[in-house]
Structure formats: structure tokens, C-alpha cells
């Protein structure tokens, strides 16, 4: 498919894929775009790999978030690109290239949600659906300069999408603004109506690990925030070390992955990346043992997370330790672990998290994240809302 064909290359196949909508509500004449993890009726779902489409039936049905939005009146304008099976922070994809960031085209996107992101920061779509488990909403958000929510986990149905690990696996979305993000999050949240914060929290540990750049860059928008919630408060959210959090969730998460994936593989042989059969060869070698360990350091995570805000405050924190890489750049598994080290606070623990867009001074998108209890998303959202129109 030509890029004038498939603009930004967002789309697996172009923008082909329409889905009117199945009723009206308060979707109406929007449309969004849908990762190709997720079902659409009568649609293949590719997982972002040949023989995964080859290997499974095209669906019959809608996936039930895809439906929510049908039925209140938005229109489905095509499936979106996704790293292999998901199995990507960077928007990388062997067999399908890489899609285009519009905020900065000579960086890369961010994944896995790639596709999704940039038809939205394209302006393609008004919002898009993706899929987070270890980042792969909030990564692109932040690359991409947008508003994006990982939700609280089990709080929007994963029936009818491809799984990594289910007890990390989440619905995602995308959009330009707050305000969209939020009317999205009326039709797919069953949640609680929002409240006012207690307190700010702002994770000194998570913006040390941060470049200075990126700390210095997220002064001025955490400083609205504060307007907006309230005066902060600094506090260390991991003492054994983010690094030590990160390391149970790539255990139990590729745990997970490799088990959940292994019959396929044994069955297809399929054409995998080599970093992405990597991976999953990584998944099915740790002991029982080292998931023991990293459940017991799961277990102490959700506790300290759940101290820290079970009486409504909100935890502020960098969504990424660093901007975009540079397409032609080569990032090391260092570097792709630091994003993690981030992405695992509310990941590990099932918490809802929303990216805030902003800028460096150069332009480049930056991102600082809020993180709020469980079953706090629609909280979350408000506060995005109430932050952006403070900004007017």
C-alpha cells in the first residue's frame, strides 16, 4: 500500500475497513480507528503477523468494546498497525514497517499501539482504540503528543482481542484532546463518577530516573497540575527500586506471554522477529521459582500503590524516561527496560493511568502521566479535562 494510499502508513491495509455505526449517542459523527488486535466483524485480525491472520478464522462478531462504540454512534474507519502479537514498545514491526509519527516523522512512534497513535495524531481519526500491558498505550501517547488512558485493569471487556498476558491486558484509547478521551471513556467505563483529588503526589523516584531534559520539560505542566489538584507532595513510590519492580513484571508478563502463545508456536512455526521470538524463548525459560519471586514483588507493589492512594490522591510521574528515539537510532535493551521501569508502577498493579501531552522546547513530544487508585479512571479523566482547559 503507497503512502498516499495509507497516509503516515497508520492502517494495515488503508483505511478500508468501514463499520457504520449501529446507533447514535454521544459518538455521533465521530469516527475512530481500531489496532488490529482487536475484532471487527467480518474483518481479519493479523496480531501484526502473517501467519497469525493465516492461522485464525476472520471474526463473526465485534469485540465488545468495538460494539459499545458502533452503538453509540461512531463509525469504525479501519484496522490499525500493531508491533508483532504486541511484543514491542517502539512501533516496529519486520513484516509491515514501521507507521509514521506525525509530531516528529524522524522518530519513531511508539508500540505497540503504533498504528492507532498516529491515525490519531494524523488527524485521521478522532480517537482509536489500542491495547496496553506493559505500555503500549501510554508509550505512544507520549511519543506521539497525546492524550491517552491505560484503564484500570478489567475495567473495559478484553473479550474478541488477542491476548499477551491476561492479568496485565487492557483496552486502551487515544485522542487529541481531553475532552474526547473523556466522552470515550463514558461509553466504555463502567466506573464511578469522578471526585476531587486529596493530594498530589509527585514520584521522586520516577523523575530521577527520567533524562534532565525530560524533568526540566515536565516543570511547567506538573506545576498546572498542582493548580488544578493542589499543592504536592513528593514521595519515593518503589524503596527496593524501580528497576526491582520492572524486573517482576517482565517475569510474570512474559511468563504469561509465552504460555498463552506457546500452542500456536508449536503449531505454525510461525515467521517471528528475532527480537519477539526472543522474548517469548525468555517467557518459557524462567523457573517457578523466579515467578515465585516476582509474585511475592507483585504482591508488595500492590500494597505500597494501594497506601498510596487509597484516600484519592493522584501520583504524578514522566510517562517516558526520554523522547522518541531517532528512527535511524538503534535503542538498547537498556533503554527499553528504563521505559518499563516506568510503565510498570501502574502496570504491575492494575492501575489506571492517563498521559498528559506536552512539548520540549524544540517541539519534541514529552509526556507526564497521573496515576490514581483503582476503579479511579473517570477521575482521571476529569483531571486531564480540567488540566488542558486550564492551559486556554
Known amino acids: 500500500m503507497h503512502s498516499q494510499d495509507n497516509p503516515f502508513e497508520a492502517f494495515v491495509d488503508g483505511p478500508r475497513s468501514t463499520v457504520s455505526p449501529t446507533g447514535k449517542g454521544p459518538l455521533s459523527g465521530l469516527t475512530f480507528a481500531v489496532k488490529d488486535l482487536i475484532d471487527v466483524a467480518g474483518v481479519p485480525t493479523g496480531g501484526g503477523n502473517p501467519d497469525w491472520e493465516r492461522t485464525h478464522p476472520v471474526p463473526d462478531r465485534h469485540a465488545p468494546s468495538v460494539a459499545r462504540l458502533l452503538a453509540n454512534g461512531a463509525e469504525m474507519i479501519g484496522k490499525t498497525r500493531t508491533d508483532e502479537i504486541s511484543l514491542g514498545i517502539l512501533g516496529e514491526n519486520v513484516h509491515y514497517g514501521m507507521p509514521v509519527n506525525p509530531a516528529s516523522p524522524e522518530r519513531v512512534p511508539g508500540g505497540s499501539s503504533s498504528g492507532s497513535a498516529v491515525a490519531v495524531a494524523a488527524g485521521l481519526a478522532d480517537f482509536a482504540l489500542g491495547t496496553d500491558t506493559g505500555g503500549s498505550v501510554r508509550v505512544p501517547s507520549s511519543f506521539c503528543g497525546l492524550f491517552g488512558i491505560r484503564p484500570s ?178 535503542v538498547s535493551g537498556y533503554d527499553r527496560d528504563r521505559i518499563s521501569c516506568l510503565t510498570s508502577i501502574a502496570g504491575l498493579s492494575g492501575l489506571p493511568q492517563v498521559n498528559l501531552p506536552w512539548r520540549r522546547s524544540d517541539g519534541v513530544p514529552v509526556g507526564l502521566s497521573i496515576v490514581g487508585a483503582r476503579g479511579s479512571d473517570r477521575t482521571l479523566l476529569a483531571i486531564a479535562r480540567k488540566w488542558e482547559e486550564a492551559g486556554r
Open 153 to 330: 485493569h478489567g475495567s473495559v471487556d478484553f473479550t474478541g482481542v488477542v491476548a499477551q498476558a491476561l492479568d496485565y491486558d487492557t483496552v486502551g484509547w487515544f485522542a487529541r484532546d481531553a475532552a474526547m478521551l473523556e466522552t470515550v471513556g463514558t461509553i466504555l467505563l463502567d466506573t464511578d463518577e469522578p471526585h476531587h483529588p486529596v493530594q498530589l503526589l509527585v514520584a521522586e523516584d520516577a523523575f530521577r530516573f527520567a533524562d534532565d531534559d525530560i524533568a526540566s520539560a515536565l516543570a511547567e505542566p506538573l506545576s498546572r497540575l498542582a493548580a488544578v489538584i493542589g499543592s504536592p507532595r513528593n514521595v519515593t513510590v518503589a524503596s527496593q527500586g524501580l528497576s526491582v519492580w520492572q524486573g517482576a513484571q517482565r517475569v510474570l508478563q512474559s511468563s504469561q506471554a509465552a504460555r498463552h502463545l506457546g500452542p500456536w508456536l508449536a503449531e505454525t512455526n510461525p515467521r517471528l522477529a528475532f527480537t519477539v521470538a526472543r522474548a517469548l524463548l525468555r517467557g518459557q525459560a524462567y523457573t517457578d521459582e523466579e515467578r515465585g519471586r516476582a509474585a511475592l514483588m507483585k504482591r508488595e507493589a500492590n500494597q505500597r500503590m494501594h497506601n498510596l492512594l487509597a484516600d484519592g490522591s493522584i501520583l504524578a510521574l514522566p510517562t517516558t524516561p526520554f523522547v522518541a528515539p531517532l528512527r535511524t537510532e538503534a
